[in-house]
């Protein structure tokens, strides 16, 4: 082996100087970020908002349960395009093993010392759910104690000088009062002895007194928001006075000119007091058609607007309808009209019964259009080349008083027709020998249920049923539609186009059931 090899690195000065000037430059590195972290640590990030940074700086402390857990890395204003209110976001570089912290954890800037050296203290909360990294504090959770640099900015140069006159002037002003100030003790003695019972009162618990001071408090945090605003309020009064102070000259000649003034007055009020008591009475009565004219203001003046053109148009109708009105009291004035128009009351009297019994058949039922359609239908069975009648004739049962043979009273059995079983034996009796009869079904006409009997009333085996056989079928009847055809085939679009439009009570109504049931179009028998 070559030792001249092995003597190299420490033959070599150069080499060993740049090894030393590494090395102090990692440890000057690391000296100078030390408040920031150490390098290539694993950090828990995340942010706060506060009310204003109160001094904090970069690399200032955070600290929780008193404990230092990391760094203030950044601070940045942040302005809340909502409101305007301007905040601080204070990021924050804290160890591993310190979060993650609750979403409830509430932090507070406290001094080290009096000499203003900040730190941020976190209060960690209760809550199960944990602040993500790079997730936020609120300001919500942040307090604002007061700091001890405040409370020495209130003593500045002109408070000094202030207080310092106050204490000059209060000793001369008690140095020359000394037996006055005696016997004015003196004579608080009864006051004092008086007061020993109220200020008993005032400490009882019952009088609540405690509350009054924090009361206080919380009256004086929500008036310290609009301090500064206070501050100017009296700023500008003070700016208002001062240029109400500069029109004295001006005031005085007014006040001058008012002895003149008040003695015409006191001449002409009498006069003017109806006036004045009507025009009150009159804005009284205007009241409400001020309140409806803020709601009809806009239609009113577009009727205005609209009127205005229509307007000059109506002149020319003005005088046709002369005319017209004149043509109107000769056709009014002959005697013949009377008698017309008396005949034609006493035929309405006549047929107003008729028309409120037949109209629910209607209105209420759809019976008069199911009428004409079943007509319709009846000659509408397709044979290829024609139609033909769709009715098939069914054979009354037989049996006594039957349907199909005279009678000498209504069917009520017994039947005389038997079931067939498959075998061919002779079943059963069908009980089909039962006169089923409602001459005057229910369809909602005066005096009657709202109901739709005519059509689906259900037959009653065995039993002979002749009138109204239940109310509670409710209004349950077919309904007749446009783009259906009479076998419930939908029309094409270009025949619906053809058809008239459906004005405001075109087309049937539709059919309900008393119970709250949706229309239906099955029906019984319609």
Known sequence: MNPRRRSSLAAS?????????????????????????????????????????????????????????????????????????????????????AGPLPVDTSMLVESVSTIGLKYLELTRGHSLKMIPEGGTIPVSHSHEPVQIQDFFNIFDKRTRIAIEQNTNTFG???????????????????????????????ASPQTGFGQL??????????????????????????????????????????????????????HSLPYEEPLIEKTAEFIHLLRPSAHILRTTAAPFGHAFEVGAVNLRAAVALNKQLASALHAFQVFAEDPVVGLGLEEFTRTAQLGT????????????????????????????????????????????????????????????????????TPTGAVGKEIPDNHLHYNPYPYVGGPGQPVECEAGNMSYLEGKTVIGNTSTTLGTLHDVTKRNESLFGEKYPASTLSSFPKEGPTAGAGKGTSKSGGKSTSKGKGQ
């Not at 440890?27 to 942010?47: E, M, Q, R, W």
């Not at 609009?226 to 500069?246: I, K, P, R």
Request: with cysteine; aromatic share 6%.
């Open 172 to 202: 001369d002003a008690f140095a020359g009062r000394g037996p006055g100030l005696n016997e004015a003790f003196h004579t608080l003695r009864p006051l004092v002895n008086n007061a020993v019972p109220v200020l008993h009162n005032l």
């Open 353 to 420: 019964p008729l028309l409120e019994g037949l109209a629910p058949a209607q209105t209420t039922c759809n019976y008069v259009t199911l009428a004409f359609r079943n007509v319709a239908n009846l000659l509408a069975e397709s044979v290829g080349v024609g139609t033909l009648a769709r009715a098939v004739p069914i054979l009354s049962p037989s049996g006594t008083n039957a349907e199909g043979l005279p009678a000498s009273a209504p069917a009520d059995g017994p039947s005389k027709d038997f079931e067939r």
């Open 213 to 266: 001071f924090v009361a206080l408090d919380k009256a004086a945090k929500q008036v310290a928001p609009v301090a500064e605003t206070q501050a100017n309020m009296f700023v500008e009064l003070d700016t208002f006075f001062t240029a109400f102070a500069g029109a004295s000259t001006s005031l005085e000649r007014t006040i001058e000119g008012g002895p003149a003034a008040l003695r015409q007055a006191i």
């Open 13 to 97: 000065p150069l080499l060993i100087g740049a090894l030393t000037v590494l090395i102090a430059s990692v440890a000057v590195y690391i000296s100078y970020n030390a408040n920031n972290g150490l390098p290539f640590t694993p950090t828990y990030d995340i942010k706060a908002e506060l009310p204003e940074a109160s001094g904090l700086e970069n690399g200032n402390q955070v600290r929780l349960a008193g404990k230092r857990v990391g760094v203030v890395s950044a601070l940045t204003p942040h302005q809340d395009p909502a409101t305007g209110r301007v905040t601080a976001i204070i990021s924050l570089k804290l160890e591993k093993h």
